[in-house]
């Protein structure tokens, strides 16, 4: 079992630069943030490594993180301009009982992460997920498809803060 | 020369009885045989993250309800642990015992559900009336205590909605006494049923390491052996004080993984409920279960990471903070979500009928896989 300044040290002897710094800021967890092209060596080592054995993704959630700046839109409505989106990974360990949390970070303009799917297979649907909600396009994910919003909804990514409900889907209204 | 064969392409569902709500399973089939299964979901996607993120942190509790709708308190219960631990607050250790038994019962009540539709999607319709007979006492113990039988909104950020009926404790007791043979009575005739054991021993076998690697949780990854259960590994509330064993699949009928041993793993949990709740039950503390409930909840910036052991496995509420009265961001981990992911996995090289057996072992709701 290791807390996340081990953890942290080991992965920046491994890995250097790639390794972005650790952030103990917020009250319950600590969060390692990790380079968005390095994510599937540094998971593939998280997991395989003999005293770390992080087997286990509890959940990949993507964030949209609101930091660029406020513009106006043709209509008037507000959009966000610059910035980032992130990814945050929790692991766990079945074997050790330890956890650590991972965050990628990404311009949200072309927001490109690497794919863990070959790593732990929960990513599959999770990155789905954070692709239908955020736009974040998971590198080498084998089936990069909407999984909660119809296949052809081509409004946006409904869980960015900027997102615009559109008028018709098909012909049919959508406000109600 | 080889036969020249085609494979075929058929959809199960949306509609369909035993998908258990919207989804559509589309099987890649040659002959009987199935080639590959591919899960279309979203049918009941209403964007729970999004409303989560206009309304105030007490505000989300009634729409924790509708993920899993056949757990609610479970849901209530992995919510409102997350807002607590970002608030850091100390709870009542009423409210703590008063909670633990509401999560048991409605484990118990879900099992039922679960055990019972799996059963009587491939055939077996009369522990089906049986069990939703034992279910019912559950749901006036809850409908006793805040008035609602599915959708409770009970427990609240640092307390309970209600405190108990003076009539609970009584009544909870006497449906222990009246449940364990339910049990038996159960074992008899569905568990240890020759034709039941048939459909299902043997079919969708789960290797551990598989089950493990898709993140599977709960009774699906206890059925492949592994006994991990979130309130034994990352105690939360109090289950550090209680006696409890974690069953696992040991392959008693067939190969351990399999069908069989994921139903047998809920049945086997559901007597290490009612222990629980006999343990707590006659200890609850005097006390008042508003007392710690906070006047204006504005979590500081951070982030948290909470988890409980739902009835399908393991519930996690992610959730980030700006400071504001309204959550950031909330992802939910739904057990049901990860735990479909295998479907694909499991159903390979079997027959269509089994895809039946298999979708019910791994009881699903849809309400949560598409939030």
Redesign the interface.
């Known amino acids: 079992m290791k807390n996340p300044e081990e953890i942290f040290e080991l992965l920046k002897n491994e890995f250097g630069d790639t390794i972005l710094g650790l952030d103990k ?5 600590s ?1 390692i943030l990790v380079d968005s092209m390095n994510i599937n060596k540094i998971g593939a080592f998280l997991r395989n490594n003999n005293d770390l054995k992080f ?5 990949l ?1 993507g ?2 993180d609101t930091n660029g700046t406020k513009v106006k839109d043709e209509d008037g409505t507000d959009m966000i301009s610059g910035g980032t989106l992130s990814v ?1 990974y ?1 692991l766990h360990s ?1 074997n050790l ?1 330890h956890k650590i ?1 991972l965050k990628v970070s990404t311009p949200r303009e072309n927001p490109q992460v690497e794919s863990t799917y070959n790593v ?3 990513s ?2 999770h990155e789905r997920e954070a692709y239908d ?1 955020f736009g974040i396009i998971f590198l080498n994910h084998p089936d990069l498809r ?5 296949y052809d909804w081509e409004a946006g990514y ?2 960015r803060k900027d997102y615009k409900n559109p008028e018709f889907y098909k012909g049919m209204k959508v406000p109600y | 020369m080889a036969l020249k064969t085609e494979t075929m392409v058929l959809n199960m569902g949306p509609q369909h009885p035993s998908t258990h709500g919207v989804l559509r399973l589309e099987l890649e089939i040659e002959g009987e045989l199935i080639l590959s299964v591919k899960p279309h979901i979203g049918y009941l996607h209403r964007c729970f993250e999004k409303h989560a993120e206009a309304m105030t942190y007490p505000q989300v509790i009634p729409y924790t309800d509708r993920l899993d709708y056949l757990a609610a308190m479970g849901n209530n219960f992995g919510y409102v642990i997350a807002v607590e631990k970002l608030l850091g607050i100390q709870i009542p250790e009423r409210v703590e015992y008063i909670r633990i038994i509401m999560a048991e019962l409605q484990r118990i009540a879900s099992h039922l559900v679960a055990i019972a539709t799996n059963g009587a999607d491939i055939g077996a319709l009369t522990p089906f009336l049986y069990l939703f007979r034992d279910r019912e006492y559950i749901l006036s113990l809850f409908e006793m205590t805040c008035g609602a039988r599915m959708l409770y909104n009970y427990m609240w950020i640092g307390g309970l909605s209600h405190d108990i009926h003076p009539d609970f404790v009584r009544k909870t007791k006497e449906f222990i006494i009246h449940f364990r043979p339910t049990i038996i009575e159960l074992n008899n005739l569905l568990t240890f049923n020759k034709i039941f054991i048939e459909r299902t021993a043997n079919i969708g076998i789960l290797p551990i390491d598989t089950a493990i690697n898709f993140g599977a949780s709960g009774p699906v990854l206890r059925g492949s052996g592994l006994p991990f259960d979130v309130r034994r590994e990352d105690p939360y509330s109090i289950y550090n004080r209680f006696d409890f064993e974690i069953p696992t699949g040991k392959g008693l009928v067939g190969t351990v993984g399999d069908c069989w041993d994921r139903y047998y793993v809920r049945v086997l949990e559901m007597e290490q409920s009612l222990r629980i709740i006999e343990q707590a039950i006659d200890n609850i503390p005097e006390g008042d279960v508003h007392s710690a409930i906070p006047k204006r909840i504005k979590p500081p910036k951070g982030t948290v990471y909470a988890r409980v052991e739902n009835p399908r496995g393991e519930l996690g509420y992610f959730i980030i903070s700006d400071g504001n009265l309204n959550p950031f961001r909330v992802k939910v981990r739904a057990p049901s979500f990860v735990n479909l992911e295998v479907m694909g996995e499991l159903c390979k090289g079997h027959l269509v009928a089994d895809v039946i057996a298999i979708l019910g072992s791994l009881d699903i709701v849809l309400g949560e896989i598409d939030r």
Request: aromatic share 10%.
């Open positions: 800021d917020t009250p319950t967890e969060i087997d286990s993704l509890m959940v959630s964030v949209d945050y929790h079945t009982k949390t732990w297979r929960t599959d649907w909600m909407r999984i909660l919003m119809p409904p869980l």
